[in-house]
């Protein structure tokens, strides 16, 4: 029986863009809703008690990828390969996970008290220490939806979460301005939504059981440990600058901080979306059709070269009307550190894409060595830069390590079987760069009318150069089209 590969390697192209374009669709909403709480939050709360909670969530969150153990990237990629196995592969990744979560509760609560932080700051980090055990399970779960390649129910599930924490903070603004309270209410919103993907797992996949196989366990952990030591790394260096700030500075500078990198940490949702597509096709594709692995990574990263470079360029000089529609005059010192966090903000896009290339292809090694070098870079640059210039200093250090880690991804692609050359990434940085500097001025002059208006007119004209210079395929642009809208709608 003949197999028609242009057939098979366009379902297959459908699938990524499809996955992509739907997940990204729910993301926006989802990302809004998101950026709807913490704005929210920022402008109820103040720099000073928005420091705080912003503190607890990044203290917490440093700890949240030691029960993952790289479980959820290692089921992903297993359940892609091979459905079958999926019900004892869920069982004991769901005992572990749910082991490991407990330990590591206790560990918060023992630190923190330790620490000797203000009574304050280590009540709200108690509370949002809840956090940890619900993560165990909703992030496992997403990582399963994954492997099924159903990114649906992911972003259906994280805008189930969103619109609690979106509608939950507008009806805190009521009462006082308490970080008690925006902790717990972002403790029950995950739990909402961790109970929602029990339910549709169960219904709609497998039953998840409680499975104690300690043999299996150890395989398990023997194929993931490069995941966990990975996400240890990345979590640590995207979140440690709240923790030395706290220190150094305070609570205030804190939350001056965390304004400007939850705008940048939302905007990185296509980068996500697209990753989060890619993922388990790569991972199915490279048993048998190396050359179709490098058409995609070719493709792949044109595309986050053509998102990166427009949010770096456009972040950074619209950055102070940005912050005046979002946060108000009394985050203004963020537009110092938002200038920079654009630059890290635009190298997350390639980054990610090339992480999950290398777990798609067997190589964990490569991005396991990225973040541990990126680590290093930042721990040091933050002891160095943040006692002098605060969160524009924290800025800095997160940059500088993302830029490296990318650097060391980009080459560390060219020795792979299914690596891109050079010019493929030369080509695509010198189309998205010439249309980003020549939409910067009026992206410029329409932002002092209005921000919007200044963040539609820079993406409407960049989108139409890089249409007319072919830096994205109109095949693609009528492929999603005909997906979501013609097809749905007959």
Not at 57 to 80: H, N, Q, S, W
Not at 145 to 171: H, P
Request: net charge positive; aromatic share 14%; with cysteine.
């Amino acid at each position: 029986m003949m197999v028609n590969r242009t057939s098979t390697h366009r379902s297959i192209a459908q699938g990524i863009l499809i996955n992509t374009f739907s997940l990204a669709i729910a993301d926006i909403a989802n990302k809004l809703m998101s950026l709807i709480f913490f704005l929210v939050a920022a402008r109820h709360l103040g720099p000073e008690k928005f420091g705080i909670f912003s503190f607890a969530i990044a203290f917490v969150t440093i700890f949240t990828v030691f029960p993952d153990m790289g479980l959820g990237m290692l089921t992903t990629r297993e359940i892609a390969r091979n459905r079958l196995i999926a019900r004892r592969l869920i069982g004991n990744g769901t005992t572990l996970r749910l082991t490991g979560a407990l330990i590591v509760w206790c560990l918060i609560l023992l630190l923190v008290t330790l620490l000797h932080y203000p009574v304050e700051v280590v009540t709200t980090v108690y509370i949002t220490s809840l956090f940890v055990l619900i993560n165990a399970l909703f992030s496992y779960y997403a990582s399963i939806f994954l492997g099924f390649e159903r990114n649906e129910f992911v972003a259906i599930i994280r805008l189930v979460q969103t619109a609690l924490l979106a509608g939950g903070a507008l009806l805190l603004t009521r009462g006082i301005p308490s970080p008690f309270r925006y902790a717990w209410l972002y403790v029950g919103a995950n739990a909402i939504a961790a109970l929602a993907a029990f339910v549709i797992l169960s219904t709609k996949f497998v039953q998840p059981a409680i499975y104690w196989d300690l043999s299996e366990w150890r395989r398990m952990l023997k194929l993931s440990w490069p995941f966990a030591v990975a996400l240890v790394l990345v979590t640590s260096y995207y979140w440690n600058g709240s923790i030395f700030l706290s220190k150094f500075w305070g609570p205030e500078e804190v939350g001056i901080y965390n304004a400007s990198f939850r705008l940048m940490y939302g905007a990185g949702f296509p980068a996500a979306a697209f990753s989060a597509a890619m993922y388990p096709v790569i991972a199915r594709v490279f048993v048998d059709e190396l050359e179709r692995v490098q058409k995609m990574l070719a493709r792949g990263a044109r595309y986050m070269i053509n998102l990166g470079v427009p949010v770096a360029l456009f972040g950074t000089i619209l950055s102070r009307p940005l912050i005046q529609l979002f946060y108000g005059s009394k985050y203004i010192k963020s537009v110092s550190s938002l200038q920079v966090l654009a630059w890290w903000g635009g190298c997350v896009y390639l980054n990610s894409l090339l992480s999950i290339y290398f777990y798609a292809i067997n190589r964990p090694k490569i991005p396991t060595l990225q973040p541990g070098v990126s680590l290093a870079v930042n721990v040091f640059l933050n002891l160095l830069l943040i006692p002098r210039w605060g969160a524009v200093g924290a800025g800095w250090s997160i940059f500088a390590a993302e830029a490296i880690g990318l650097g060391i991804l980009v080459w560390s692609q060219f020795l792979t079987p299914c690596g891109v050359p050079a010019g493929v990434f030369i080509q695509a940085l010198l189309r998205a760069g010439l249309a980003a500097l020549v939409t910067a001025p009026l992206a410029w002059f329409a932002a002092r009318w209005h921000p919007a208006a200044g963040v539609t007119a820079a993406f409407l004209v960049y989108g139409g150069l890089l249409l007319i210079t072919r830096g994205i395929e109109i095949d693609d642009v009528k492929l999603v089209f005909q997906e979501l809208f013609l097809k749905r709608a007959g």
